[in-house]
């Protein structure tokens, strides 16, 4: 990947970051203070939704990459070795997306009015709508990242941010409220039909046939999404696992501290998630060196966790009041310790790429699930609010990362006397 192509990934990437905070700037500029709860809610649902399925972004890459590894050594067939066929990765994503949509619609009677109370109605179909949409985004963009193909993915990125820019801009000209502020959001997840329409080799891209035969596809996109929930759980679903932790009164005060996590998460990690589909690729190409394939990428990764948090720590009390108001004082330590906590998510993420790079799909996941079930178990510590979610933040990725690294040096080419032509015995 050149450095044109890397810039062009971190540019859509920083963009779409920014459209993120500009929608809810405009929600809490244009709607009242109930309405924004409500829409803040759907906010966090969403994209916890669509964090789950972006697990077929990470294993179509890995898929799309081995695929074309395949091509150039030689003809590869329609079928396995087996006689069994290989599935059409694109397909097989929108019927993923499709059953997702179709199982929240129908268990919605008991998630929705909990979670959207009387705005469930208008609520739910956005949430199913935008399932479907985002399954055929998520292919599309782990094709481009296995194929190499970096302009395309950048303008993928890009595309999705513009697209819910522009119908944000129709909704607050209409006139903004929580459904209209909802379709908004998930209008970008359709801008990859626009691709499809316009481009034969986006065609070309979603109807591309997979490495392995439907069930073992199926059983990696289904790892993949596993580790993807757990992952969702931490980065945009953590104020659920804190309200599942936390007595009513401290929790409905807590309003600057779930600010707060936003903030100091999103300019590391959507970046980074942008750039997942990259780091799967680069680490694929280098699978022999382990371990050193990733070691410049965490030093780079833990230089802007510390430039991060010391930015934190001296202008982060200040923006939050200047932002949103003197109800949102927070205090420097806490800022700065959540930015640093930020960086091991994005060590946790950078390591999931690796193993998936190794094709240790049940690794991958069970790394996730492990910081997942860890930062849950700090929750309930008898600390104070900020204190749980600082030490729950920094040691469930670190026990993922534990697992990753393990199983990642367990799986490297051993190395003395037998002149590293044996491995390790198979990792989970």
Not at 261 to 285: D, N
Request: glycine share 10%.
């Amino acid at each position: 990947m050149g450095q044109a192509s890397a810039a062009g990934v971190g540019a859509a990437s920083l963009a779409s970051a920014a459209v993120g905070y500009v929608v809810i700037v405009v929600a809490a500029r244009t709607l009242d203070k109930q309405d924004n709860a409500a829409f803040l809610t759907f906010w966090s649902v969403v994209f916890l939704v669509i964090g789950v399925l972006g697990g077929i972004a990470v294993e179509t890459t890995r898929a799309a990459k081995t695929a074309r590894n395949l091509e150039v050594s030689g003809s590869v067939p329609a079928e396995t070795p087996d006689g069994r066929r290989r599935p059409r990765m694109g397909p097989v994503a929108l019927a993923v997306g499709l059953g997702t949509g179709l199982v929240l619609a129908a268990a919605s009677p008991l998630w929705a009015p909990p979670v959207f109370g009387t705005y469930a109605t208008a609520l739910v179909p956005v949430v199913c709508v935008t399932a479907v949409f985002y399954a055929g985004h998520a292919v599309m963009m782990g094709q481009f990242g296995g194929l190499g193909r970096w302009g395309t993915y950048s303008r993928m990125i890009a595309s999705e941010s513009a697209v819910r820019l522009a119908v944000l801009v129709v909704v607050v000209l209409i006139g903004a409220t929580v459904a209209g502020l909802a379709w908004a959001t998930a209008a970008g997840t359709a801008a990859w039909l626009l691709f499809m329409l316009l481009s034969p080799q986006s065609r070309r891209a979603f109807l591309q046939r997979s490495d392995t035969s439907l069930r073992p596809y199926l059983r990696t996109v289904w790892h993949a999404c596993m580790a993807a929930a757990a992952s969702a759980s931490l980065v945009v679903g953590f104020p659920v696992l804190l309200r599942l932790t936390t007595t009513d009164s401290v929790y409905l005060e807590s309003a600057a501290l779930l600010m707060a996590l936003s903030l100091t998460r999103a300019p590391l990690m959507i970046p980074l998630q942008a750039y997942q589909g990259v780091a799967i690729t680069h680490f694929m190409s280098r699978r022999s060196e382990g371990l050193k394939a990733v070691a410049p990428i965490f030093g780079l990764v833990i230089g802007v966790a510390v430039v991060g948090a010391a930015a934190a720590w001296l202008l982060g009390p200040w923006l939050m009041v200047a932002f949103f108001g003197e109800h949102y004082d927070m205090s420097a330590a806490v800022l700065a310790a959540l930015t640093f906590d930020a960086g091991f998510l994005a060590l946790l993420t950078l390591t999931g790429a690796l193993t998936i790079a190794s094709n240790r799909h049940r690794a991958y996941s069970l790394g996730w699930v492990t910081a997942c079930v860890v930062s849950f178990a700090m929750l309930w510590l008898p600390l104070d609010i900020e204190t749980r979610t600082i030490i729950s933040l920094a040691a469930g990725p670190l026990c993922g990362i534990a697992v990753h690294l393990w199983v990642i040096v367990r799986s490297a080419p051993a190395s003395g006397a037998a002149g590293g032509a044996k491995r390790s015995t198979a990792a989970p």
